[in-house]
């Protein structure tokens, strides 16, 4: 009986995939014939020692030749054990035993495992950890085996049985398919199982809440009485936001450095995360200079102001501020930003400015606050109308 030789090929089929990068394969010899095995470590080309067979000059070069190493070993292991056991080892064998291996992993774990190896910007890492810990309610542990149709629709009523959105459950299960589709990508399951096959994940036309002038008022009033610090803080930094038309991610990354003095103005400067475009404000002429009046509050310690708690635990405090003001919308932190965007229009601000302001990349996006004022303007009149026939 040969016994099997085992050694690591990079880019095996030479030919990169559309990030750049190519999969480390465990190849296994035995009487001329060669089998591949996935060890699900993908590098770019100058990441790979040929010579040595290792990792070089990765950001976790350590733990992936360790990953490599163990993964070697346990498949030597799996020979050795079958050998013991007198049974045949054979290329066919081992793969077999592979791939019954990998039908009982946890998917779970697998999810755990590629978030922490995947790059994300940290709000997008919270919300797919908030998805993990929401199918570990559901389930306790999924395996491979058990991604089917059926789970993922069982998934989907356990989130609305939990009184998600229509929208969030959405974004959930588009997290739940992006790792299923990982696993299929790396050979721990096949195509024939892809669950989502005939799954259509539903959204709904989201509806923009903004406030209107008498609400924000209410707010700038409770802002005057309310001794809460916790609260205060909190209803501070979300009137600054109606005042500049900032996003929560972008708020948080603020500190004094964005802060810019030029001709007697103070101008907020800032590259928007989610878009990557750089934003001028000229906070002096929006809001009447609301936002600088906020902001001089808090001039001995910036960096706290702009230091906030998470978006879920800022929204829950905003719900209560909401209540205070007498205001019965749901209002969340983004609330911000479309009060700001309408109000701007409503004023009569050119919406190519507003795009700007908002640094959105196109008009498009942008227009959408337009046919807000449509609607509340067509609203209006009729108002208007029914009070003249009385």
Known sequence: MDKIVYRLVYNRKRKLNKAGVALVQLEAYQHKRKKYFSTHVYLKPEQWDKQRGKVKKHPNEHFLNQWLHDYVARIEKLE????????????????????????????????????????????????????????????????????????VCSFEY???????????????????????????????????????????????????????????????????????ARYRKTLDAFLFCCYAGVRYSDFIHLNSANLVRMRKETWLIYRAVKT??????????????????????????????????????????????????????????????????TLLIYNGVNITTVQKLLGHKSVKTTQVYASIMDRTIVQDLKLHRVKDKK
Do not use: W
Not at 105 to 123: D, N, V
């Open 80 to 151: 050795l054990e079958l050998c013991q056991q007198g049974k045949p080892v054979s290329l066919e064998t081992i793969k077999s035993f592979i791939r019954k291996g990998r039908s009982t992993q946890s998917f779970l774990a697998f999810y755990e495992k590629e978030l922490k190896e995947t790059f994300l910007k940290e709000s997008s890492r919270r919300n797919h950890l908030s998805t993990l810990a929401l199918l570990k309610a559901f389930r306790g542990d999924i395996l491979f085996q058990e991604l089917t149709f059926e789970l």
């Open 276 to 341: 990557g475009v750089e934003v001028h404000l000229p906070l002096n002429f929006l809001f009447e200079g609301k936002a600088i009046g906020i902001l001089n509050e808090y001039r001995k310690d910036l960096e706290s102001f702009f230091h906030l708690k998470n978006n879920s635990n800022v929204n829950k405090e905003l719900k209560r501020i909401a209540q205070k003001a007498g205001i019965e919308k749901r209002v969340s932190f983004h609330t911000a930003r479309h009060t700001n965007a």
């Open 158 to 228: 356990f989130l609305s049985q939990k009184g998600y959105h229509t929208n969030t459950i959405a974004k959930h299960m588009k997290h739940l398919k992006r790792y299923i589709n990982q696993a299929i990508n790396k050979d721990y399951l096949s195509e024939q199982q892809y669950a989502f096959r005939k799954y259509k994940i539903k959204t709904v036309e989201y509806q923009h809440t903004h406030l209107t002038p008498d609400e924000l008022v209410r707010l700038e009033r409770l802002r005057e009485s309310e001794r809460d």
